[in-house]
């Protein structure tokens, strides 16, 4: 038949079941799978846009901050070692 009239389409149980794990998973344990899979919709919805966002932005300052280490050169000093004097052989 595959009326989906009822029911949820393959694709949409994958994209649900990934923004449940993604909740999960980047809860970082506030989250269990069956608190997730039984929130409303809206409030699921809602709680992964603040996460992506959070995490976007952590992303970002990470990003900000490699490229100003990057940037960043060590000081050396300008002395040539000289080699005059020698051990003795004692």
């Keep these: 038949m595959g009326s989906t009239f009822f029911g949820l389409t393959p ?4 994209s649900i079941y990934n923004t449940i794990h993604e909740i999960v998973f980047h809860g970082k344990g506030g989250y269990s799978w069956t608190e997730v899979f039984n929130m ?11 996460m ?3 995490y976007d932005q952590e992303n970002k300052q990470n990003e900000k901050n490699y490229n100003q280490r990057k940037k960043r050169t060590v000081a050396k000093p300008n002395v040539k070692p000289t080699y005059s004097i020698k051990a003795s052989n004692k």
């Design 40 to 50: 409303p919709i809206w409030l699921r919805k809602f709680t992964f846009l603040k």
């Design 11 to 14: 694709a949409d149980k994958s």
């Design 52 to 54: 992506k966002e959070f």
